[in-house]
């Protein structure tokens, strides 16, 4: 008996993305109920897969808590449905736009239609909310969807693509799984958009691998986000909020404060704040059951390298908390630990941390932060703790980021409503709220000419009306007109002379 052939990775994916793609155009843009019935299906899944997402991404990670998993994830995509399910009706209809006053009567609207395919890439970090809230978008949006989770955490993609195949059809939703060949394969598929969330590194890869297709994409990706302490503002809750930031997942969060900056005045103050708030957060140290362990060997060696490399080069490291020490008695877990005295020849202040680590700098102004803030990449996120003043907004208006926080961390990635996603190495292009459902969907432009237009007298041949149009909109002017030359300022004319004040006219 001959074998069958053996389907390769590549070819499954691209006869599932063909089958996608003709059932999408065989039965048209979804209705409204349907797109809502397609999110009330993924809301049920959530519901009833809970128990088992949350152990599967505790084995995952080594361990983590359910608290913080059903927090952190299962109720972000809980959240993110049911924005959508309320508001989707409003992103639908089409949008009325001017029409210039030669052209009418006519109407010019913009209507949104599902682009088709869309591909998403999700990473380890959040391994469901960051595959599910994209998915619930571009369903939303009237798509369908594939999606290659993270190899990281097998278990949790294994889950996922059995808890997706009890509520849609492959040619709706489909889970692709394999390592980084089947993800670099899944990136160069012709999709019509991709979606990634990732390191800049791969973001590079992805986004070089999509535009042979000329795919669109939308990359979430990292970098170094900075939490600025204003002078005196090292209490309690500030630090209380930047420990819930850094420390959520171990730190292993995109959006998580990579680095704080402190008034030099202020730092011995912001050390001991630190250490307490670690104490109350982790009263029993990083054994506690509320405290992540992390993903894999590699990445826990990457961070420990990471304070060799800084301690080799002078920086004071302090592991913070109650007994730091016992974090070795738990699989792959790594103490908060406080670094101080770095500089940019440092690693820790190069890459990435993605870990319970935290650099801390020193400030004398606000211009030196601004200055420091805006000769490195634009990070995907900026921190700012203190009051709403002059301060703040020179900060704000002065340097470019992805989003921003006052008084809090990682808050606005929970604001359904916000435009998530960053600028150049920390992304391209946002979803969450209507941007993302604009960013799945094509905005097509549509003027419907009425049955009399001023526009069809202005047709050839040409006469005194065409010239008299081009006189309105132009003005009697040509290459020939000279302009008069602008009036030299004498010496010692004031400005007030120049330009006289007009209300007294």
């Known amino acids: 008996m001959t074998a069958m052939p053996k389907i390769l990775p590549e070819e499954l994916m691209h006869m599932t993305l063909l089958r996608q793609r003709s059932a999408f155009l065989a039965e048209g843009p979804p209705t409204l109920a349907e797109r809502k019935d397609s999110l009330k299906r993924l809301r049920a899944l959530v519901l009833d897969y809970r128990t088992e997402l949350e152990s599967a991404i505790s084995l995952d990670f080594g361990h983590r808590s359910r608290h913080e998993t059903g927090l952190m994830e299962l109720m972000g995509v809980v959240g993110a449905i ?12 089409a949008e009325r736009r001017h029409v210039a006053l030669s052209y009418r009567p006519g109407r010019a609207y913009v209507t949104y239609q599902p682009k088709g395919v869309i ?38 993609s294994e889950l996922m693509k059995r808890m997706l195949a009890t509520g849609f059809a492959t040619d709706e939703v489909a889970v ?27 973001g590079r890869k992805v986004m070089k691998a999509a535009s042979d297709n000329l795919v669109p994409v939308t ?41 704080a900056m402190v008034h030099v005045d202020d730092l011995a103050q912001f050390v001991a704040r630190y250490q307490d708030a670690v104490s109350a957060f982790y009263p029993e140290g990083p054994t506690a059951a509320d405290y992540t362990s ?65 650099p801390v700098l020193s400030y004398r102004t606000l211009d030196e932060v601004v200055d420091y803030v805006n000769a490195r990449p634009r990070p995907l996120a900026l921190y700012y703790f203190g009051p709403d003043d002059s301060n703040c907004r020179s900060l704000l208006r002065r340097t470019t980021s ?4 006052i008084n809090n961390t990682l808050m606005h990635v929970a604001q359904d409503d916000l435009p998530f996603g960053g600028v150049g190495p920390s992304g391209i292009g946002a979803y969450h709220g209507i941007e993302g459902f604009r960013a799945m969907s094509h905005g097509k432009g549509v003027y419907a000419q009425g049955r009399w237009s001023l526009a069809r007298l202005l047709h050839a041949p040409f006469g005194r009306i065409a010239d008299r149009m081009l006189a309105l909109y132009l003005g009697r002017g040509g290459k020939g007109r000279q302009r008069p030359a602008p009036r030299q300022v004498t010496e010692g004319e004031s400005g007030a002379g120049m330009f006289p004040d007009r209300r007294r006219r």
Not at 242 to 254: P, R, Y
Not at 323 to 336: E, G
Not at 402 to 405: E, K, L, Q, W, Y
């Open 402 to 405: 992805g989003n921003v926080g």
């Open 82 to 93: 049911d924005y959508l399910l309320r508001h989707l009706r409003r992103f639908m209809q």
């Open 176 to 202: 692709v799984l394999g390592g980084p060949e089947v993800g670099a394969q899944f990136s160069g598929l012709a999709f019509d958009h991709l979606v990634f969330t990732g390191s800049t590194e791969v």
């Open 119 to 156: 591909g998403i890439m999700a990473p380890w970090n959040y391994p469901f909310s960051l595959a599910m809230i994209p998915l619930a978008t571009a369903l939303a949006a009237g798509n369908r969807a594939m999606i290659k989770p993270s190899e990281l955490t097998p278990r949790t």
């Open 294 to 358: 992390i993903v894999s060997e590699r990445h826990l060696a990457r961070l420990r390298g990471l304070l060799d490399d800084a301690r080799d080069k002078g920086a004071t490291v302090i592991e913070a908390g109650v007994d730091p020490a016992s974090a070795a008695r738990r699989i792959r877990t790594l103490a908060p630990t406080l670094v101080l005295n770095v500089d940019d020849s440092m690693n820790i202040m190069r890459e990435e941390i993605f870990g319970p680590i935290l």
């Open 219 to 259: 990359l979430e990706l990292g970098g170094k986000s900075p939490a600025v302490v204003a002078p005196g503002q090292c209490d309690a809750r500030t630090v209380s909020s930047l420990v819930f930031g850094k420390l959520s997942n171990a730190g292993q969060t995109c959006v998580a404060p990579d680095y």
